[in-house]
């Protein structure tokens, strides 16, 4: 048994994160509510409230109105009182959002421009791009959390730099080199840890879950109970790295051949219509047999991907990215091909779901790392 005592000061900061995350459920609530729900003395929520409004974390200006006497005040969470910017670099488009502290996009600036780190101008875009969402959302510097930069990379512990960038050529670079431009606390996250957990972040029900990220490269994260789990070294959940064609198959930008990413990477279906995505599911829709054969295969691979995956770790599915935001009118047909694979009976309908963020998951996914950091230190 630990004979660690507790300081008061530890104590005090438990109790103030306690309430304050109280009020953030409850949105508003009355100091009598927190004395009774929280078993706490009157003195030490009273003292606690007082920190929390000098902070401007709680607003007092309602009242709880009641059956009889005077109303209360009613202590209000304010959802704007901090923010953090993500930004999500890819190879066409330099993407920032504004995320407040109830995980909401206040601002979004999207920008289309080839990747090119070696061009300074991009680097100052990226700034730039920051700027003008940090402008439209109203945020002081001093409430500017931090700003979370997505790569298609996987990341050091410390989000000092990519350790492996062979989607793009990210190769070895630092972030200090990428956010030049980018005068606040900032870190590099991988844009498909990201992504997942922007989509566990609001829907605490997943709580294990398997994101699949169909976007220009596939990629993929593992959450297990509200985490992410990164795996030894950094690569779990690197689904685009599966092996699904067992001879021969497309050379991957890793160098191997018969990679997932390279049978269900969004390119697979657009690159019949351009590079539009969107106007492949219309063709697919209006029955063009080219475009069908082409979903066919692309849909045979996918469902191998989520058949194995749950078997693995028997948990939600999430289909994310480009492709996993436009399949809504073919879940059914996806889950009846599932459904053919499985052994033991489970629906996939009751599993396997489409992205509920379908706008720049992996941008505001970057920003919650700094909301979370934040509650954590209340």
């Known amino acids: 048994m630990s004979t660690e005592k507790i300081s008061a000061n530890e104590i005090k900061t438990k109790n103030r994160r306690m309430i304050y995350n109280y009020i953030r459920k409850c949105d508003s609530v009355s100091k009598q509510d927190i004395v009774v729900d929280m078993q706490l003395s009157l003195p030490t929520v009273t003292a606690n409230l007082d920190f929390l409004k000098k902070q401007n974390l709680i607003d007092t200006s309602g009242k709880i109105k009641n059956t009889g006497g005077r109303n209360a005040t009613a202590f209000t969470y304010v959802k704007n009182a901090r923010m953090s910017i993500g930004v999500d670099i890819t190879a066409k488009h330099i993407t920032a959002v504004a995320v407040n502290l109830s995980g909401d996009i206040v601002s979004m600036e999207r920008r289309r421009i080839e990747f090119n780190l070696e061009d300074d101008a991009y680097l100052q875009e990226i700034g730039a791009v920051v700027e003008c969402v940090k402008k439209d959302a109203g945020i002081a510097d001093e409430n500017l959390l931090g700003v979370g930069i997505s790569v298609q990379s996987l990341i050091s512990d410390d989000g000092e730099r990519i350790t492996y960038g062979m989607a793009l050529n990210f190769a070895r ?174 629906r996939a309908k009751d599993y396997l779901v489409e992205c509920s963020y379908k706008v720049e998951a992996s941008a505001a996914g970057a920003a919650l790392f700094f909301i979370d950091e934040f509650f954590d230190s209340v």
Do not use: Q
Not at 178 to 183: D, L, M
Not at 185 to 205: F, M, P, Q, V
Not at 230 to 245: F, L, P, Q, R
């Open 173 to 346: 670079t630092e972030r200090e080199e990428i956010a030049r431009y980018i005068p606040y606390r900032n870190r590099l996250i991988h844009d498909s840890y990201a992504a997942g957990y922007r989509e566990t972040w609001t829907n605490k029900e997943f709580e294990n879950a398997f994101y699949i990220s169909l976007s220009n490269s596939v990629g993929g994260s593992v959450i297990i109970e509200d985490a992410i789990y990164e795996g030894n070294t950094h690569k779990g959940g690197e689904i685009g790295h599966m092996a699904v064609v067992p001879r021969g198959g497309d050379l991957c930008y890793c160098g191997k051949r018969g990679c997932f990413d390279t049978v269900c990477k969004a390119g697979r279906l657009a690159d019949y219509t351009d590079g539009n995505l969107e106007e492949f599911f219309r063709v697919l829709d209006a029955g063009d047999e080219t475009a069908k054969e082409l979903w066919d295969t692309y849909l045979d691979y996918l469902v191998m991907a989520i058949h194995n995956v749950r078997m693995l770790f028997d948990g939600r599915v999430i289909l994310g990215g480009y492709v996993g935001a436009l399949v809504g009118k073919y879940m059914e047909d996806i889950c009846r091909r599932v459904d053919e694979k499985n052994p033991f009976g489970d």
